[in-house]
């Protein structure tokens, strides 16, 4: 169990050490990125992780029969990790606690994202994709949604997710582009008291506090790059 541990900690530094400017391989971009890592504990951190120069985030593990679902709320500005810690109250970059439990992951309203209204008026956004892949021990696997809640306080979950995406099958592990699952919200909400149906970028559509619902089936690594269009 010992050996076991260590090398998946020895795994872990491997993959968190790697540069921000590398070749694409694996079917990702090639470029300058910026890296996330989603790890997947069984036993729930209890340190605060409120350093933004961490590029990590820790959720529940689960299992193969038992599923562990975690948020991550998102804010808008540049890419960076405010929270990493699911397990205790959320903090913003700017150390004000705006959940009572949850990681919190910065990013901006993307511009490149297909959507049927633009990037809310003053809010940051910048083009960019990102990309992601299962990693770890073989077996597990994970699905994000994008979610926010609308003017009675109802929590709205996009139709689009990474189904099918983060499954850490045997052998080679390619990326996935998640952009379209990551920064849109696809849904039917009410807005001023009408139900509308559209798809709408992160920070806008009158939706508010928004996050990444991660449902976790035993995956204890998923990797996300993020990459600025030129």
């Known amino acids: 169990m010992l050996r076991a541990k260590c090398c998946l900690a020895a795994f872990l530094i491997a993959v968190l050490a790697t540069p921000v400017i590398a070749g694409g391989g694996n079917n ?3 470029g300058s990125h ?11 951190k209890t340190s605060p992780m409120t350093d933004s120069s961490r ?18 709320y998102l804010m808008p500005g540049d890419f960076a990790v405010c929270d990493g810690n699911a397990f205790d109250p959320a903090f913003d970059c700017l150390g004000a606690q705006i959940q009572a439990q949850g990681a919190v992951f910065q990013l901006p ?13 003053g809010t940051v956004s910048a083009s960019y994709t990102i990309w992601a892949r299962a990693l770890g021990k073989p077996g597990g ?8 809640t609308d003017e009675t306080g109802a929590v709205i979950c996009s139709t689009d ?5 983060l499954i850490r099958n045997p052998g080679k592990v390619s990326f996935t582009n998640v952009t379209k699952e990551l920064t849109t919200l696809s849904a039917c909400y009410l807005q001023n008291g009408t139900t509308i149906c559209q798809t709408v970028p992160l920070f806008s559509g009158g939706l508010k506090d928004f996050f990444w619902q991660y449902d976790n089936n035993g995956l204890k690594l998923a990797q996300l790059r993020l990459y600025l269009n030129p």
């Open 161 to 165: 997710n990474t189904m099918n995406v």
């Open 141 to 148: 696997s994970a699905i994000i949604t994008t979610c926010a």
């Open 34 to 44: 910026y890296n996330l890592h989603i790890i997947g504990v069984d036993n729930p």
């Open 109 to 121: 309203c993307n511009t490149a994202a297909p959507s049927d209204i633009t990037c809310a008026m």
């Open 55 to 72: 590029h990590t985030i820790f959720v529940g593990l689960g299992s193969s029969d038992t599923k562990i679902t975690s948020k991550i």
């Open 28 to 30: 990702a971009p090639s």
